[in-house]
């Protein structure tokens, strides 16, 4: 079976860091590409970052270039999102999420950690 | 940036009728369209990709249709289990996209 896990979310206060991991297996991680997605309280879904198969290429949304650093370690079939200078507004459920290439739609979601930035 | 809007942004229909959501993106963005269902306290679920191909586990009342830049997913026949959230996304260009929801609601 297919699955991701996602652990490392937590409160922080605004300025601080916080590194999210998300554990696969049931498939080739090392021929996957990986995304984070975010979802804000009461709102929508929010693109956050991707990474290639081999971790070579990495993409990130405007919001939170030069902060975030998402990362992978294909010898244990876990990706990562290393968050930097958290705001008020990166508060948000974070999910880990798989496609066959870096641009596809995510056939598999992991069930999200929990990320909450507040003083 | 493509924006993609989705309406209506809040759809009330009753058990066994026909929902039609609809997505219009702001510029072409192929057939690399997907549409989620999630229902509350859960993750997204991929319902259709390829703008019309519907994901393992939906029923073929789930249609996908649309190319270029207007998209619609037309769920026939509404069971109980199918009241939720939809998002449609685009991965043809980045950053990579979402619509902002349209909840089907019973009516």
Redesign the interface.
Known sequence: EVQLLESGGGLVQPGGSLRLSCGASGFTFSRTAM?W?RQAPGK????VS?ISSTGGTT?Y??SVKGRFTISRDNSKNTLYLQMNSLRVEDTAVY?CAK?QGS??????????TVVTISS | EIVMTQSPATLSVSAGERATLSCRASQSVDSDLAWYQQKPGQAPRLLIYGASTRAAGFPARFTGSGSGTEFTLTINSLQSEDFAVYYCHQYSNWPQTFGQGTKVEIK
Do not use: I, K, P
């Not at chain 1, 929508?44 to 693109?47: A, E, I, M």
């Open positions: 995304t997605v929508g879904l929010d693109w991707t993409y949304a405007d999910y496609g641009l596809d739609a995510f056939d598999v979601w992991g069930q999200g």
